[in-house]
């Protein structure tokens, strides 16, 4: 079974652009689950999409936002790029069923922003 | 809010050793999970064990074990037998029940040395 897939790899893009990051989930996950990963903040947790719609937010500006397909997977969106967005992002999938499944990581789309 | 800690930000063993990461956490909340993800360099986090919140034995897999004290709402990692594969950051996480959002510690590097 294929793993979760996340394209593209490595981005570069100027401040004041916006770009799309994709996640491509497990097989059979409904929920795909977003985190930011800097080294002065740690994992912060963006959004969770299941079935197509979003069910638990972060807490971060509205400049991020995703969506999630009918297939599962989901896009993440950053308009109006800061310095500060240079992170590693990280999608993550799950069955998504009530109680806990496992999330799976994706390897991360590296995003630097100058 | 919930909060998750990890006060050493870095660790080292000798291979074939026992080491020791903490954790502590902060929730008001009485029904939760806790997780010890790892994440080697350059690849993708994966999951090293899980503890449900309402389980009083503490979990083990193969080498790793927790010891979960969950009225000092402390859940420690213990590497038995170290490898150098173990070498990694190690995150401390949490999730309420229901719920894909994970909530993140700051992470130990642990390094494994020959």
């Known amino acids: 079974k294929a793993g979760v897939t996340q394209t593209p790899r490595y981005l570069i893009k100027t401040r004041g652009q916006q770009v799309t990051l994709s996640c491509s989930p497990i097989?059979?996950?409904?929920?795909v689950s977003w985190y930011q990963q800097t080294p002065g903040q740690g994992l912060q947790f963006l959004f969770e999409?299941?079935?197509?719609?979003?069910?638990n937010k972060g807490n971060f500006p509205g400049r991020f936002s995703g969506r999630q397909f009918s297939n599962s997977r989901s896009e993440m969106n950053v308009s109006t790029l800061e310095l500060g967005d240079s992170a590693l992002y990280l999608c993550?999938?799950?069955?998504?069923?009530?109680?806990?499944?496992?999330?799976?990581f994706g390897p991360g789309t590296r995003l630097t922003v100058t | 809010a919930q909060t998750v800690t990890q006060s050493q930000p870095e660790m080292s063993v000798q291979e074939a050793e026992t080491v020791t990461l903490s954790c502590t956490y902060d929730?008001?909340?009485?029904?939760?999970?806790l997780f010890w993800y790892k994440q080697p360099p350059s690849r993708q986090m994966i999951l090293v064990i899980r503890?449900?919140?309402?389980?009083?034995q503490n979990a083990t897999e193969n080498r790793f074990s927790v010891n979960f004290q969950k009225a000092a709402k402390s859940f420690s990692l213990k590497i038995s037998d170290s490898q150098l594969g173990d070498t990694a950051m190690y995150f401390c996480?949490?999730?309420?029940?229901?719920?894909?959002?994970?909530?993140f510690g700051t992470g130990t590097r642990l390094q494994v040395f020959p």
């Open positions: 097989s059979g996950h409904r929920s």
């Open positions: 503890q449900e919140a309402y389980k009083q």
């Open positions: 993550a999938s799950s069955l998504g069923d009530r109680g806990w499944d496992e999330q799976y």
């Open positions: 929730t008001s909340e009485n029904n939760y999970y």
């Open positions: 996480a949490f999730t309420l029940v229901n719920t894909d959002k994970l909530i």
């Open positions: 999409y299941f079935s197509e719609t979003q069910r």
